[in-house]
Nanobody, 123 residues
């Protein structure tokens, strides 16, 4: 079992930045693909970004491309999502997720999830 704990959410003005962290309980974190998803009230959970085991490959949703950066530090068993130029439409609960297989944009493909952290962007 892998437990994931997100942190770093909060309230920020439009144009601001936040950095989310996702701490994993496993020492084999480097064997897991990691991804970030988000869910706003009344909407389905949507893909934000994913990163491969070693961090060499990433992919992003079009809506965040160029503004968000996903990264990981396997020595610390932690993943990150740097969010810049935030917009009110980025407001959502952000979840990190992990799976043993390669990257996927489908939330149903991920086995492990954190509890989520709220990000609110004011206009």
């Amino acid at each position: 079992q892998v437990q994931l704990v997100e942190s770093g959410g909060g309230l920020v003005q439009a144009g601001g930045s936040l950095r989310l962290s996702c701490a994993a309980s496993t020492r084999t974190f480097s064997r897991y693909t990691m991804a970030w998803f988000r869910q706003a009230p009344g909407t389905e959970r949507e893909f934000v970004a994913a990163i491969s085991w070693g961090g060499g490959n990433t992919n992003y949703a079009d809506s965040v491309q160029g503004r968000f950066t996903i990264s990981r530090d396997n020595a610390k068993n932690t993943g990150y999502l740097q969010m810049n130029s935030l917009k009110p439409e980025d407001t959502a609960v952000y979840y990190c997720a992990a799976r043993r297989e390669d990257r996927s944009t489908n939330p149903k493909d991920y086995n492990y999830w954190g509890q989520g952290t709220q990000v609110t962007v004011s206009s």
